[in-house]
């Protein structure tokens, strides 16, 4: 099976930069991808990873470790509409369908 | 454009009351999945479906019916709903490979209220 976790909640300030941590452990990783979600919306894909090293675009971050079994997702120059949940979800090539799970989510909150 | 559609978008039902929510996409993706999302639990998957005519149980599947007949469809069915299944409802689809950027496509979601 697969455990992730990542904290519930954050809080910034506008132009500020915030990282958002997440562990995980699983037997056949293929893969972490990084959402945001909107209160009340779909999850829209923000990044993803499968080698060690930092992925950037534009103002977000993601960095991945596989040898500890984490990753971060940074966030630059926030802005008062990051305010959302980001789901950090892992792939398993182990499981039916290269199965992907997904953490609790961290809400993040931007403040003037 | 590629997109997953859900209906209805919001519902309020009563116990026992049996009721379908479809999903359909336009992507000719193989895998579907149906998830429920809860307050501090986040997105846990109920059903999926590798293809057509074959679903398989998720993580939280009791209560939830689902089928495939066709490859762009994929109804989840509560057959007597109770309020504990009281959620927010997201189905998604993607392709089953392990290739890269290969991402899952949500729909809207499906506010269900059951009283």
């Known amino acids: 099976g697969q455990n992730i976790d990542q904290p519930t909640e954050m809080t910034a300030t506008e132009g500020a930069i915030v990282q958002i941590n997440c562990t995980y452990q699983?037997?056949?990783?293929?893969?972490l991808f990084w959402y945001q979600q909107h209160a009340g919306e779909a999850p829209t894909f923000l990044s993803y990873?499968?080698?060690?090293g930092l992925e950037e675009k534009g103002r977000f971050s993601s960095f991945l470790s596989r040898s500890k079994g984490y990753s971060y997702l940074l966030l630059k120059e926030l802005q008062m509409k990051d305010s959302a949940s980001y789901l950090c979800?892992?792939?398993?090539?182990?499981?039916?369908?290269?199965?992907?799970?997904f953490g609790g989510g961290t809400r993040v909150l931007v403040k003037p | 454009e590629a997109q997953v559609t859900q209906n209805p978008r919001y519902l309020i039902t009563v116990t026992g009351k049996k009721l379908t929510v479809t999903c359909s996409q336009n992507?000719?993706?193989?895998?579907m999945s149906w998830y429920r999302q809860d307050p501090g639990l986040g997105l846990r998957q109920i059903y999926y479906?590798?293809?057509?005519?074959?679903?398989d149980k998720g993580d939280v599947p009791e209560g939830y019916k689902v089928s495939r007949k066709e490859k762009r469809n994929f109804p989840l069915i509560l057959e007597s709903p109770s309020p504990n299944q009281t959620s927010l409802y997201f189905c998604?689809?993607?392709?089953?490979?392990?290739?890269?950027?290969?991402?899952?496509?949500f729909g809207p979601g499906t506010r269900l209220t059951v009283l």
């Open positions: 998604a689809s993607r392709s089953p490979t392990s290739e890269s950027t290969d991402t899952q496509y």
């Open positions: 699983t037997s056949g990783f293929n893969g």
């Open positions: 990873n499968v080698l060690d």
């Open positions: 979800a892992v792939r398993d090539n182990k499981a039916a369908g290269n199965k992907l799970t």
């Open positions: 992507m000719n993706h193989e895998y």
């Open positions: 479906s590798m293809n057509v005519e074959v679903t």
